[in-house]
């Protein structure tokens, strides 16, 4: 299950138990739809009560972060269980996003409110 809510840096998005193509359809349309408003949106994931992923959505993640790195900004993830942050370490090795990883969504906010660093 996803939630996402815009923000005024970008979007919000909680996934909870498992993350399905379905839910990535939405993500991904709702980053498009950003994108259009206000640029390179910046983007917090929280997986903290992710479970599980399903393979033929990590694979159209990949494909779409591929295709699409360039359109979003900064990158906050926040991830508590080790093998969902193994494979986010392993995901952002091929992306050229300015991605951070956090224990909470309140240090997660607070990095994305701060101006980027060039």
């Known amino acids: ?11 919000d998005v909680a996934l909870f138990n498992e993350f399905t193509l379905a839910d990535f359809k939405l993500f991904e349309e ?7 408003e206000i640029g ?10 992710l479970k599980d992923f399903t ?3 990590a694979m159209e993640e990949l494909k779409f972060v591929r295709a699409h790195e360039d359109n979003f900004g900064r990158v906050a993830i926040v991830v508590s269980d080790m093998w969902i942050r193994l494979a986010t370490r392993i995901s952002d090795m091929m992306t050229h996003t300015t991605q951070a990883h956090f224990d909470t969504v309140e240090e997660a906010q ?3 409110a701060k101006p980027e660093v060039a």
Do not use: H, N
């Open 30 to 36: 709702a980053l498009i739809k950003r994108v259009a």
């Open 55 to 57: 393979l033929d959505m």
């Open 40 to 49: 390179k949106p910046d983007v917090l994931l929280d997986l903290s009560e």
């Open 1 to 11: 299950m996803i939630s996402i809510r815009e923000q005024d840096y970008g979007l």
């Open 110 to 112: 607070a990095w994305l």
